[in-house]
């Protein structure tokens, strides 16, 4: 049975940011922000006295959420590579109703990611990002399960071009998420895939071909966390395969 609700009150968002932004020969981002709701929305459900389920929307005050960023990147002379950073962090609270209990669920979660980029014209480029994320959450209902987990992304790609509309290039892709119990088994893949490439009639026509997943570790997996449950689903995704492809591309010369 679903009621109404004569008190519920309008919901409002109140946002809050601050930013500075610094363009010279480091490229500098550093950003603040802050939300806070009031008169947000839950459904409260409960069983009366007659064993009937009732369900009812209120409102509830005490959401959350706050941030800090900050990003740079600079060229190294020297050596000609591209260096990107960038780190973030975040909390968060969300107010609702789990079944007839007010519930408050707080996320805290810090993000560094580290970049190399590297480009040298009819010769190769190069290509690394790596990407550490570490996430806390707590519920004021669920007081004995707290999970924290780390994850960790990797990737790199390396192209060469030996000699004119020739390429040659290889990438690889790797995921590692920490184990939050025994049964969970699917917590780290690589995905290495490889191609060859050759352009005709002044770059028009690209003919490649590429072999994708060539370690058969492809997985496919979803981590759902909220306040009094943790659910985590593996499927089946396309394994190693190869593929060959022709593009044409429609150029104006002048």
Known sequence: ITIGNPHLRAGFSHNFYIGLHSLKSTVVNVGMNYQFFTNGVSIMTYTDSLGRQVSQVANVNGSKNAGLYFSMSRKIKPIDIDVNF???????????????????NDNSSVNLSL??????INKFSFQFSSNFYYSYLHSSINTTSSPHYWIQSHSMQISLFPLP?????????YNWRQRLDNFDKL????????????????????VRWQWNDILRQNAGMNRNITANEITENTFNVTGRYWLMSMTWRFLHHR
């Open 115 to 120: 970049g190399l980029n590297k480009f040298v």
């Open 165 to 173: 509309g020739f390429e040659i290039s290889t990438s690889g892709y």
């Open 187 to 206: 917590n780290a893949s690589l995905l290495w895939n490889a191609s060859i490439s050759r352009n005709f009639f002044s770059n028009s026509l690209s």
């Open 86 to 104: 960038s780190s973030n962090i975040s909390y968060g609270r969300i107010a609702n109703y789990v079944n007839q209990y007010l519930s408050q």
